[in-house]
């Protein structure tokens, strides 16, 4: 059973930043692309950042890039999304997800309305970002 965890959400400050992981487990990921998604009160769940677990390949949505970094840990099955520069449009709940595939092709997907596999995703972590 495929079993994604996320941790390191919080409140913090515009500008400030925040570190959130996603501890895996249950399969190993080889050729996957691992990825978070994020819904706001009100709002879609929107993509927000991908990683290919063997590749290191990774890409972001728009509003995110320079500001953001996704990274994984093959050795301790961890994902990682470092959020720098926050702004209150940041809040939202943040979810670990993970789809087979190749960041180029999923990205797109991600972006057009397409979601990974109900049983892989994670169980979501707050980010609450004041002004």
């Known amino acids: 059973q495929v079993q994604l965890v996320e941790s390191g959400g919080g409140l913090v400050q515009a500008g400030g930043s925040l570190r959130l992981s996603c501890a895996t487990s249950g399969r190993t990921f080889s050729g996957y692309v691992m990825g978070w998604f994020r819904q706001a009160p009100g709002k879609e769940r929107e993509f927000v950042a991908a990683?290919?677990?063997?590749?290191?390949?990774?890409d972001y949505a728009d509003s995110v890039k320079g500001r953001f970094t996704i990274s994984r840990d093959n050795a301790k099955n961890t994902v990682h999304l470092q959020m720098n520069s926050l702004k209150p449009e940041d809040a939202a709940v943040y979810y670990c997800?993970?789809?087979?595939?190749?960041?180029?092709?999923?990205?797109?997907?991600?972006?057009?309305?397409?979601?990974?596999?109900?049983?892989?995703w994670g169980q979501g972590t707050q980010v609450t970002v004041s002004s």
């Open positions: 997800v993970a789809e087979e595939g190749l960041v180029e092709d999923l990205q797109k997907s991600w972006l057009s309305g397409s979601r990974p596999p109900d049983d892989y």
């Open positions: 990683i290919g677990w063997s590749d290191g390949i990774a």
